[in-house]
T-cell receptor, first 113, second 114 residues
Framework: DQQVKQNSPSLSVQEGRISILNCDYTNSMFDYFLWYKKYPAEGPTFLISISSIKDKNEDGRFTVFLNKSAKHLSLHIVPSQPGDSAVYFCAASDTGGGNKLTFGTGTQLKVEL | DAGVTQSPTHLIKTRGQHVTLRCSPISGHKSVSWYQQVLGQGPQFIFQYYEKEERGRGNFPDRFSARQFPNYSSELNVNALLLGDSALYLC?????????????FGDGTRLSIL
């Protein structure tokens, strides 16, 4: 049972444009959400997080939006840069149950010149 | 500042053997968690430790065990290795191990079972 889903395995965007990565979840107990970026041969790098009490969190070029009623979150990257090319993982946790993260399967983002 | 460090980076074992993977958390972090990532999937939670106590366990067989030491470093042990244990094993640390604190990952140990 895939509780966190990233339905787009890959996304290609031109440099300077907006990248939008999507994530859906099914477990209504999840109340903290994170995005990680992963380059080959490296571990996931934390990008940005959002608590369920908010619907938006912004950090520089990265913004995460949360729609609790739809159980959907998205990561916007503006403007996209070639160095953003990586696999992006959405993760969720139930903060009442420790810090176990449940991950999606990832979206490969390619930013083209 | 040093991030999460894991050793070894790569390891090759045969079926039936056992393996020990090591992790040092970010300085000041007291919680360590272990994840398994197989090709094409996201990381899957194995264990969480905080102040040397197990705080959480994922859906893995008893062949998997772990411990945390007084300096907050951690070991993951896997006995009776199977071909399906081939994966990237990731360690993550966080300050207090609370669910609303981001976890920071090491670069992992790539385990190959022949």
């Amino acid at each position: 049972d895939q509780q966190v889903k990233q339905n787009s395995p890959s996304l290609s965007v031109q440099e300077g444009r907006i990248s939008i990565l999507n994530c859906d979840y099914t477990n209504s107990m999840f109340d903290y959400f994170l995005w990680y970026k992963k380059y080959p041969a490296e571990g996931p790098t934390f990008l940005i997080s959002i608590s369920s009490i908010k619907d938006k969190n912004e950090d520089g070029r990265f913004t995460v939006f949360l729609n609790k009623s739809a159980k959907h979150l998205s990561l916007h990257i503006v403007p996209s840069q070639p160095g953003d090319s990586a696999v992006y993982f959405c993760a969720a946790s139930d903060t009442g149950g420790g810090n176990k993260l449940t991950f999606g399967t990832g979206t490969q983002l390619k930013v083209e010149l | 500042d040093a991030g999460v460090t894991q050793s070894p980076t790569h390891l090759i074992k045969t079926r039936g053997q056992h393996v020990t993977l090591r992790c040092s958390p970010i300085s000041g972090h007291k919680s360590v968690s272990w994840y398994q990532q197989v090709l094409g999937q996201g990381p899957q939670f194995i264990f969480q430790y905080y102040e040397k106590e197990e705080r959480g366990r994922g859906n893995f067989p008893d062949r998997f065990s772990a411990r945390q030491f007084p300096n907050y470093s951690s070991e993951l042990n896997v006995n009776a290795l199977l071909l399906g244990d081939s994966a990237l094993y990731l360690c993550a640390s966080s300050w207090q191990g609370l669910g609303n604190q981001p976890q920071h990952f090491g670069d992992g140990t790539r385990l190959s079972i022949l």
